[in-house]
Structure formats: C-alpha cells, structure tokens
C-alpha cells in the first residue's frame, strides 16, 4: 500500500505561481513513477505531469514550458512549481503515483483555483 498526502493548493491571480507536494508513505520502493493529474468542474481528469524513478520527466502540453514537476526520493516527496497559472488552470490536483507493477494510487487532492 502507497499512501499519497497533497498540500499548496489555494486561490491566486492569473500570472501568479504556486508549489504543490505530494508526500509519500508506506510502500514507497514499489514507487516507479509519481506525478500529478487535475479535474476541472465537468471534465475529466487529464495528465499533467510525471516523472519517472531516474527523473525524467513527462509534460501534457498544456503545461510544458509553465510548470515543472520534481522528485525528492529520500524524502518521498514529489513537487509542481506552476508559473504563470491561468483561469483554465483551475482544477483538483490530485497526485498520482504508480508501481512497477502498474498499480496507481491517488492522493484525496488538493485545489487551485485561478482568478482573472
């Protein structure tokens, strides 16, 4: 079992940036890749950002070049810097983490929300 605990969310103007952490417990050495999806009121839930055990790094297009996602093994701890956030931006973070094996665990989430 993967436990994945969310925290940054809150509200901010567009332009503006923010952090979100997704801390990792329990069978973390199970963990391959780790990263992040949103769901926006009415849509479905889409990739954001992944990155793998070695670092590399996967970016839906909507957000390469503006958000940066990043992984501190040692402390179970995965990050999204998102720079100049958007309205369309809005959405629950949720983390996600999956195995070697394929199985995915969901943090609960967190929200951003983006204003004009």
């Known amino acids: 079992q993967v436990q994945l605990v969310e925290s940054g969310g809150g509200l901010v103007q567009a332009g503006e940036s923010l952090r979100l952490s997704c801390v990792a417990s329990g069978n973390t050495f199970a963990i391959n890749t780790i990263g992040w999806y949103r769901q926006a009121p009415g849509k479905q839930r889409e990739l954001v950002a992944t990155?793998?055990?070695?670092?590399?790094?996967n970016y839906a297009d909507s957000v390469n070049g503006r958000f940066t996602i990043s992984r501190d093994n040692l402390k179970n701890t995965v990050y999204l810097q998102m720079n100049s956030l958007s309205v369309a931006d809005t959405a629950v973070y949720y983390c996600?983490?999956?195995?070697?094996?394929?199985?995915?665990?969901w943090g609960q989430g967190t929200q951003v929300t983006v204003s004009f």
């Open positions: 990155i793998s055990r070695d670092d590399k790094p």
């Open positions: 996600n983490a999956k195995t070697f094996r394929f199985f995915p665990y």
